[in-house]
């Protein structure tokens, strides 16, 4: 549905964004992953037709970017505020015409969505008298409420409270059962290990992966061991037919060397430790990521 | 509907609903009719109080009948309004002396002022009021009319003249002045078309003042709430910008329009046959619509880069010179409105709209002179619109640090 191909942005000294490519499909959740600064807003504010790209190009089902599309894409930026002094349904109203809903419409759906959050009571209410954890559900129904065919957050996940993440993981899944296109970006993995299909991994301005979650997995193999124990973990580091640990309390993540056999580190490890759970799985998306972003600091 | 609209409509609603907006509503007529009252209130009532006027008379001649003529006027409530008090009277006063000891009563209270009257070894004939406050131009003018009359009276029967003739010669005359304009004669009066432009003028600024405020305000909260980027994907920019401009000009009319009514009821009554003829409003509204156009361009240019609320106070500290300049020079064009250098300064577009205005009911520029300024003034207002459209596409996304002037043209060239 979405397709961005080789976009770039340069700012004043910075390449903020470089060469970035990656396709969204229908019913697919897509997760833009990155570290801070890595130039995920800048590559949605461009997708988003915000900022023009200096060179590459967006598409929405083969067409360039319209007036048509702008009615077909929600966005919940970043940074999130409200006009503090307007109420919620105004305030909800006037985002749905901007989005070209007629006026009728847009105040029913609106009721619709404030009974499904429970703000219905609020609705005659300045935004400013909310709770914080309310004026964000007011941002997905802005996000939501022209019933779009792609739907964009930017790190919609941080500084959510517990209600809410549950609230907008059913919103995400409802998405994508309706055949929509999700875009979020985030720098949390396990969030994004939870949620997307596919994924584009960005550092400095560059795609590092690139692909369905699955494929990404696969191609780092079954190479990981999650170990809990009682007792000083310190020596793992040491083990042969390692990689790398990561020790945390009571638990590690060790990544073998090409070839090594989980039984030989095994037996390494018993009788100096109390061991609880010994598994050979997949890596984490984490620590790809570690990985991936660790092979471009060597190369940089 | 058209999204230049909705966003129109947006601000006019919020605006409006806003309790500040109400409060200046009635507030401003408010403040302005207190300002425009209460002085003259306090005046009057100074007015009404009996003054004491001292008298030290050189001459020995004058002091008896400008007393008498003084004790004549009386206040509303039938009290007498002057009581005079002779200081010092006769040709062989000590002078030094007698000023010393009225100003020393002036200083203790006794006297209000005193009048010195000193004509000795001279031909003109000088005339003071002495007191703590200079103020009183009524006192003034009646001592130093009575003066004259006295003085003239005495010069006439020295020359053994029936004074009474004063009188006959005293004729009262009231200075018309008539414009001449093509065939056709037309009172004007010179204060009443003062005002008529002052008013076009205080308008326009007063519209671009308080639009031009809540423009900068509007645009920094929605970058500092963010909010701006999802307006900005949901319409275009320059459907943002022109949104904002018709709603919050909207705004600035409603509240005009409203003062214009209240105005209406209040001097209703009032000489209403003051107004200039139809083409010369049609005239100025085109400047008024067209300077206030440019005027708002200006106000987005170097507005939406602000950052903070601070930058804001400031930013328009220095707009607000840009409204001086005109205004300061309303005297001046509407003195000289045929002078050359007039002429070559209403091309400049800042100053077109407030020239215009100001030369229009004074004297009608030629036609091609206002063609001119009407098709300059839409090419700069045009032009100011396009950078400025450029300058908030990218202003509204910037925050942090304030971009400098160079960076700002670079974006204006940029496109």
């Known amino acids: 549905m979405l397709k961005a191909s080789h976009l770039r942005k340069d700012f004043t000294a910075v390449r903020a964004v470089d060469d970035v490519s990656f396709e969204v499909k229908r019913g697919a959740i897509f997760g833009l992953l990155g570290r801070n600064g890595a130039g995920k807003t800048t590559t949605i504010r461009m997708v988003l037709n915000i900022l023009k790209p200096d060179a590459g190009t967006v598409t929405f089902d083969g067409l360039p970017f319209s007036e048509r599309t702008r009615n077909l894409v929600g966005y919940v930026p970043e940074e999130r505020g409200l006009y503090r002094k307007s109420t919620l349904l105004d305030t909800i109203l006037y985002f749905a015409r901007l989005r070209g809903m007629s006026g009728a419409l847009a105040r029913s759906e609106a009721l619709r969505w404030l009974d499904r959050f429970s703000l219905r009571p609020y609705a005659q209410r300045k935004v400013e008298e909310l709770s914080k954890g309310n004026q964000q559900k007011v941002q997905f129904i802005i996000a939501i409420i022209h019933n779009p065919q792609l739907v964009v957050l930017d790190e919609p996940f941080s500084g959510l409270d517990p209600v809410n993440q549950i609230l907008l993981n059913d919103i995400f899944l409802e998405l994508k059962q309706q055949n929509k296109a999700i875009i979020f970006s985030t720098h949390q993995m396990d969030q994004a290990e939870r949620l997307s299909d596919a994924l584009c991994l960005i550092d400095r301005g560059k795609v590092v992966l690139n692909g369905l979650l699955r494929d990404v997995k696969k191609q780092y193999g079954k190479n990981s061991i999650h170990l809990e124990y009682a007792g000083d973990g310190t020596f793992l580091r040491l083990l042969n037919g390692i990689k790398n640990v990561m020790v945390s309390e009571n638990s590690a993540e060790l990544h073998m060397e090409d070839g090594a056999n989980p039984q030989t580190i095994l037996s390494q490890i018993v009788g100096k430790l109390e061991i609880r759970k010994f598994e050979v799985h997949e890596p984490s998306l984490h620590s790809i990521f570690l990985h991936a972003v660790g092979e471009q600091e060597l190369m940089a | ?415």
């Open chain 2, 1 to 415: 509907m058209n999204k230049t609209l909705v966003v129109a409509q947006w601000e006019y609603v919020e605006k409006v609903r806003s309790k500040a907006f109400l409060i200046g509503l009635f507030l401003t007529p408010m403040i302005i009719v207190a300002m425009g009252v209460l002085p003259g209130l306090l005046a009057d009532k100074e007015n009404e109080t009996t003054k004491v006027i001292g008298i030290v008379d050189a001459t020995g001649e004058l002091a008896q009948p400008l007393a008498r003529r003084m004790e004549r006027y009386t206040l509303s409530n039938g009290q007498p309004n002057y009581l005079t008090r002779f200081v010092a009277v006769g040709t062989t006063i000590n002078l030094p002396a007698a000023i010393r000891d009225a100003d020393s009563m002036v200083e203790r209270g006794e006297l209000d002022g005193y009048i010195l009257l000193d004509l000795r070894g001279r031909k003109d004939t000088t005339v003071e009021y002495r007191s703590k406050t200079a103020g009183d131009i009524r006192l003034v003018n009646r001592l130093g009319e009575h003066v004259r009359n006295i003085l003239s009276e005495r010069r006439l029967i020295a020359r053994g003249i029936d004074p009474s003739i004063l009188d006959d010669l005293r004729v009262p005359i009231e200075l018309r002045t008539v414009k001449i304009a093509a065939g056709e004669q037309e009172e004007t009066d010179f204060v009443k078309t003062f005002f008529s432009a002052y008013i076009f003028i205080m308008a326009m600024f007063f519209l671009i003042f308080t639009s031009g405020q809540l423009l900068v305000r509007s645009v920094l909260e929605e970058k500092s709430n963010r909010i701006v980027e999802v307006l900005v994907s949901s319409c275009t920019p320059k459907e943002l910008m022109f949104g904002k401009v018709l709603g919050l000009s909207a705004m600035g009319l409603t509240q005009m329009a409203f003062w214009a009514l209240i105005a209406l009821a209040v001097l209703g009554k009032v000489g209403s046959t003051a107004f200039p003829p139809v083409e010369q409003i049609l005239l100025m509204v085109v400047f008024f619509i067209l300077g206030y156009l440019f005027y708002s361009a200006i106000f987005i240019a170097f507005g939406s880069p602000v950052t903070t609320e601070q930058e804001a106070q400031q930013l328009n500290g220095y707009l607000v010179l840009f409204v001086i300049l005109p205004v300061a020079l309303v005297l001046p064009v509407m003195q000289h409105p045929d002078a050359d250098w007039v002429k070559v300064l209403t091309f400049i577009p800042l100053l077109t709209p407030t020239f215009m205005a100001l030369r229009i009911p004074v004297q009608m520029p030629s036609t091609g002179e206002i063609l001119g300024a009407i098709a300059l003034l839409i090419a700069a207002t045009y032009l100011m619109m396009i950078a400025a459209g450029r300058i908030f596409r990218v202003a509204i996304l910037a925050t942090g640090k304030r971009p400098s002037l160079a960076e700002i043209w670079s974006w204006v060239r940029e496109g």
